[in-house]
């Protein structure tokens, strides 16, 4: 299901992306989207994950090198039946993280500086148990490959003004301007309709692989104020990427309620303290160390 879910999802972004080139070029247009898009899959499938860590300029967490991190991810992806992920750290202030990956066996778990630093062992564990629902659950994949095709159809409209003169194009200039609005408006409602599906089943997955769902509702609560008070710069730069962190990282050109990337946290929240008092206790999350903070 997870691979007929991706595949369908590979061939909406394709025709999209045929789409937009039939509007700014004709039929030669949409032809050599058509082969860019191929290329494309094939790249997504075997490169995403890593173009999405070197877009927000990720760097590997060695073992040991934060204090109780990989014991904690470890525990955690024992309890959810996974290998352990490798960890990757983003140099930014504000609290908030990600899973990428084609596959449970080449997954990685992306977390900020802002996050080890502000939220406690336990809350970490939880923002790691929901990272790693969404790698259990094959979320990563699509997410990482929705990323990718969003940001070249973006990338693809930026372009449209160049191929206004072509007298093969259907619409003329108007073709092209519709290109450059529709087109990222597309990519942007299939982020959103991806995400806010998936964000409330990996809540409620990785309450279930933590135990304790109230820590994972203690810091969505932290990672969401962080969120409205701290710019993520990369974040804001690869905005294609938004749909992937467990709390939409942008702020600084946040748009309306109607096309964001993922539900309202307080909704989130309140579904997790639901679920408090029905799960089971869970192991300790590791503690910080005496070497100093997570980061």
């Given at each position: 299901?997870?691979m007929l879910?991706?595949?369908?999802l590979?061939?909406a972004?394709?025709?999209l992306?045929m789409?937009?080139?039939?509007?700014?070029?004709?039929?030669?247009?949409?032809w050599?989207?058509?082969?860019?898009?191929?290329?494309?899959n094939?790249?997504?499938w075997?490169?995403?994950?890593?173009?999405?860590?070197?877009?927000?300029?990720?760097?590997p967490?060695?073992?040991g090198?934060?204090?109780?991190?990989h014991?904690?991810t470890?525990?955690?992806?024992?309890?959810?039946?996974?290998?352990m992920?490798a960890l990757?750290l983003?140099?930014?202030p504000?609290p908030?993280?990600?899973a990428?990956?084609?596959?449970?066996?080449?997954?990685?778990v992306?977390?900020t500086?802002?996050l080890?630093e502000?939220?406690?062992?336990e809350e970490?564990a939880?923002?790691?148990a929901?990272?790693?629902?969404h790698?259990?659950n094959?979320d990563t994949l699509?997410?990482?490959?929705t990323a990718?095709?969003?940001?070249?159809i973006?990338?693809?409209?930026?372009?449209g003004l160049?191929?206004?003169?072509r007298r093969?194009a259907?619409m003329g200039?108007?073709?092209?301007?519709?290109?450059?609005v529709l087109?990222p408006?597309?990519?942007?409602l299939?982020?959103?309709?991806?995400?806010?599906?998936?964000?409330?089943?990996?809540?409620?997955?990785?309450?279930?692989?933590?135990g304790?769902?109230?820590?994972l509702?203690s810091?969505?609560?932290k990672?969401?104020?962080g969120?409205?008070?701290?710019?993520n710069?990369s974040?804001?730069?690869?905005?294609?990427t938004a749909?992937?962190?467990?709390?939409?990282?942008?702020?600084?050109?946040a748009v309306?309620g109607?096309?964001?990337t993922?539900?309202p946290?307080?909704?989130?929240?309140?579904?997790l303290?639901?679920?408090?008092?029905t799960a089971?206790a869970a192991?300790?999350?590791?503690r910080?160390?005496a070497?100093?903070?997570?980061?």
């Amino acid at each position: 299901m997870p691979m007929l879910r991706t595949a369908l999802l590979m061939a909406a972004m394709t025709a999209l992306f045929m789409g937009a080139g039939w509007l700014m070029a004709g039929m030669q247009g949409a032809w050599i989207a058509l082969a860019v898009a191929a290329a494309m899959n094939v790249w997504t499938w075997w490169n995403s994950d890593k173009a999405v860590l070197r877009m927000h300029s990720a760097r590997p967490i060695a073992p040991g090198q934060v204090g109780g991190l990989h014991e904690a991810t470890r525990r955690m992806a024992d309890r959810a039946g996974l290998p352990m992920p490798a960890l990757y750290l983003m140099d930014t202030p504000q609290p908030n993280a990600f899973a990428t990956g084609r596959d449970p066996e080449n997954a990685a778990v992306a977390v900020t500086r802002g996050l080890l630093e502000r939220l406690s062992a336990e809350e970490v564990a939880a923002v790691v148990a929901h990272e790693l629902a969404h790698i259990k659950n094959r979320d990563t994949l699509i997410m990482t490959v929705t990323a990718t095709f969003a940001g070249a159809i973006s990338f693809l409209a930026n372009f449209g003004l160049m191929f206004g003169g072509r007298r093969d194009a259907p619409m003329g200039i108007v073709g092209v301007l519709a290109m450059m609005v529709l087109a990222p408006l597309s990519a942007v409602l299939v982020q959103t309709a991806i995400s806010r599906t998936r964000e409330y089943e990996a809540d409620r997955v990785g309450a279930e692989i933590c135990g304790r769902p109230d820590w994972l509702a203690s810091a969505l609560a932290k990672i969401a104020g962080g969120a409205r008070a701290i710019d993520n710069h990369s974040a804001e730069r690869s905005p294609a990427t938004a749909h992937m962190f467990i709390v939409n990282p942008l702020h600084a050109h946040a748009v309306d309620g109607l096309f964001s990337t993922h539900p309202p946290v307080e909704r989130r929240i309140a579904a997790l303290r639901e679920l408090t008092g029905t799960a089971s206790a869970a192991p300790a999350a590791g503690r910080r160390t005496a070497e100093g903070p997570w980061a």
